[in-house]
């Protein structure tokens, strides 16, 4: 039997996109105190990792988008997960993330529309594409000399979530009232014909991703996309598996869940 393919972790992110015009999504901005410092100020795909105690009843990566998101989109300020935190990066300090700045407080209303979006994004979430991320060091060494985590190589499983208009318009209303809903990063609202115009680089390769995805709706501005991280790969491995244990017996996977170690 051959030996199974390392990989580091498995990530699951979504691609939420207005189903109208799906050039508009919403992502977010790693902020100054990432850990990462070449992903600072970069946009980044919202969802999250494999790891940890919290990722423990997670059955694919399409629920561990999912738990992320009702995790991270919030009205309210957090610290990250230490568990996450040290299992990524090896690090014990606390860090504060998101809602750095004053914000207006949430109405009951409020509340009930972000409750609204959540319920929308787990309603119209489907799996779409599985890539196979390689990041070698010295790539991040470009924009951070410190580095010295090692290469990366992890897959990452890409969610589609479409949202109509009804709940499209309560997103943007709750982005443009409280600026910021996440309490790990910044979120924001964009368009391919802003991230061109604006110059905005992505994090990790997801520039790749999202040029592919724009290409496939048959946006030709799709080519214009400003690629980041000259040296990554982002190599498409086809449909995302239906479980876990599915990757498990395909990958060898350095990082996950405490009860898997």
Same mark, same amino acid.
């Given at each position: 039997m051959a030996p199974k393919e390392i990989i580091t972790n498995i990530v699951g992110v979504g691609i939420i996109c207005r189903a109208e015009n799906p050039s508009e999504i919403f992502l977010e901005i790693?902020?100054?105190?990432?850990?990462?410092?070449?992903?600072?100020?970069?946009?980044?795909?919202?969802?999250?990792?494999?790891?940890?105690?919290?990722?423990?009843n997670d059955e694919n990566p399409t629920q561990t988008f999912l738990r992320e998101f009702q995790e991270e989109i919030s009205f309210d300020t957090a610290e990250d997960?230490?568990?996450?935190?040290?299992?990524?990066? =090896?690090?014990?300090?606390?860090?504060? &993330?998101?809602? $750095?700045?004053?914000?207006?407080?949430?109405?009951?209303?409020?509340?009930?529309?972000?409750?609204?979006?959540?319920?929308?994004v787990r309603k119209n979430t489907i799996a779409y594409r599985d890539y196979l991320h390689i990041m070698p060091q010295e790539v991040i060494r470009r924009s951070d000399p410190s580095y010295a985590r090692g290469d990366s190589k992890a897959i990452f499983s890409i969610n589609l979530v479409w949202l109509d208009e009804k709940t499209w318009r309560i997103l943007t209303g709750l982005q443009e009232k409280f600026k910021n809903l996440s309490n790990e990063s910044l979120t924001c609202i964009l368009s391919l014909d802003l991230i061109i115009e604006k110059n905005?680089?992505?994090m990790a390769g997801y520039d790749r991703v999202l040029q592919?995805?724009?290409?496939?709706? =048959?946006?030709?501005?799709?080519?214009? &996309?400003?690629? $980041?991280?000259?040296?990554?790969?982002?190599?498409?491995?086809?449909?995302?598996?239906?479980?876990?244990?599915?990757y498990l017996e395909r990958y060898e996977v350095v990082k996950k869940p405490v009860h898997l170690r």
């Open positions: 790693k902020g100054d105190g990432y850990l990462v410092i070449a992903y600072r100020r970069h946009l980044c795909l919202i969802g999250g990792n494999w790891v940890g105690e919290v990722a423990c997960d230490p568990q996450e935190r040290f299992a990524l990066f =090896g690090v014990t300090e606390k860090i504060r &993330v998101g809602h $750095d700045d004053p914000a207006p407080a949430p109405t009951k209303e409020d509340r009930n529309s972000l409750e609204h979006l959540k319920y929308q905005l680089k992505c592919q995805f724009w290409r496939k709706c =048959g946006f030709a501005k799709a080519s214009d &996309v400003p690629l $980041d991280f000259e040296g990554v790969i982002m190599e498409e491995r086809g449909i995302p598996l239906s479980s876990y244990d599915g």
